[in-house]
Nanobody
Framework: QVQLVESGGGLVQAGGSLRLSCAAS????????MGWYRQAPGKQRELVAT???????NYADSVKGRFTISRDNAKKTVYLQGNNLKPEDTAVYYC??????????????WGQGTQVTVSS
């Protein structure tokens, strides 16, 4: 059984910062790409940032220069540092990872989501 557990969401004022963490656990053989997505009320889920196992990153244009994604492969954890947060960053943030389990089955996993609310 593989799980992704997020933490670090909350309420922050505009211009503030927040750091999200997502730890993978279970029968994990290897982790490929990891990433963060978000979904605001009434909107579709959208990509925020991704990072490969080698450390290559990709960001949505709306967060470039403000958000930083990183990962600790030894801890099987991905982080999202958000600075200069804006009210439009308010959303439920979901962690995603491509994981190969010990039975060699490869699957896409999602965390349960963590709420980030930015007040103006």
């Amino acid at each position: 059984q593989v799980q992704l557990v997020e933490s670090g969401g909350g309420l922050v004022q505009a211009g503030g910062s927040l750091r999200l963490s997502c730890a993978a656990s279970g029968s994990i053989f290897s982790i490929n790409s990891m990433g963060w997505y978000r979904q605001a009320p009434g909107k579709q889920r959208e990509l925020v940032a991704t990072i490969t196992s080698g450390g290559s990153t990709n960001y949505a244009d709306s967060v470039k220069g403000r958000f930083t994604i990183s990962r600790d492969n030894a801890k099987k954890t991905v982080y999202l540092q958000g600075n200069n947060l804006k009210p439009e960053d308010t959303a439920v943030y979901y962690c995603n990872a491509g994981i190969r389990a010990y039975n060699l089955r490869y699957s896409d996993y999602w965390g349960q989501g963590t709420q980030v609310t930015v007040s103006s």
